[in-house]
């Protein structure tokens, strides 16, 4: 079946550890994103990338880190200078940017990161 | 800058019965697209239904449906015959460029037996 496969589903991080977050697609998606959701509140975008090689700083960036060398794998790196990483983090794929308005993302099922 | 508002943290709706979920939004851009999501309790994002701003009709899926008001910029989302399978968080999205989302602070459905 295509869907987005996000992994681990649980992660603890001791303070101080660099983490990092697998998201892959089978779905032939341009565009990956990644967002973050605290609890009681609406996501929030930390990086996305439209194609490989290229990704751009979202909303909540700092102390975090992406790289896209393939198209399927956009992995999501929680550094040590990310002051409060505990939360949800979700990751998300959508059909090409000059694909009409209207193209939803979808998502996979979340990381639940816990500082320890 | 886009700011979408949800107006309700919780909402009670009885089985069987339909239900209004708020959603106002702000942007500048003519060009634009509102979304809503369902989260259960699992965590993943369900998309539900999508309203262009440009689209005539109302956006309708199913037992959900979307009331677009585009001069009060609400994009209300009315869920009919409510089931105990709905009972979860109700996000609704505004598309930006690039298909980036910017979300409300989300609405908690509870269907009652």
């Known amino acids: 079946d295509g869907g987005i496969t996000q992994s681990p589903k649980y992660l603890f991080r001791k303070e101080g550890q660099n983490v990092t977050l697998s998201c892959e697609q089978n779905?032939?998606?341009?565009?990956m994103y990644w967002y973050r959701q605290d609890p009681g509140q609406g996501l929030r975008l930390i990086y996305y990338?439209?194609?490989?090689?290229?990704?751009q700083k979202g909303d909540i960036a700092e102390g975090y880190s992406v790289s896209r060398e393939k198209k399927e794998s956009f992995p999501l790196t929680v550094t040590s200078a990310q002051k409060n990483p505990t939360a949800f983090y979700l990751c998300?794929?959508?059909?090409?940017?000059?694909?009409?308005?209207?193209?939803?993302?979808?998502f996979g099922q979340g990381t639940r990161l816990t500082v320890v | 800058a886009q700011k979408i508002t949800q107006t309700q943290p919780g909402m009670f709706v009885q089985e069987k019965e339909a239900v209004t979920l708020d959603c106002t939004y702000d942007?500048?851009?003519?060009?634009?697209?509102l979304f809503w999501y369902k989260q259960p309790s699992s965590g993943e994002m369900i998309f539900l239904i999508y309203?262009?701003?440009?689209?005539?009709q109302n956006a309708t899926e199913g037992r959900y449906s979307l009331n677009f008001q585009k001069a009060r910029k609400s994009a209300n989302l009315v869920i009919s015959a409510s089931q105990l399978g709905d009972s979860a968080m109700y996000f609704c999205?505004?598309?930006?460029?690039?298909?980036?989302?910017?979300f409300g602070g989300g609405t908690r459905l509870m269907v009652k037996p």
């Open positions: 998300a794929s959508s059909m090409d940017r000059d694909s009409p308005t209207g193209t939803e993302a979808f």
């Open positions: 779905l032939n998606h341009d565009a």
């Open positions: 990338s439209q194609i490989v090689n290229d990704f």
């Open positions: 942007t500048s851009d003519p060009s634009y697209g």
């Open positions: 309203q262009g701003s440009y689209d005539q």
């Open positions: 999205a505004m598309q930006r460029a690039g298909n980036m989302l910017t």
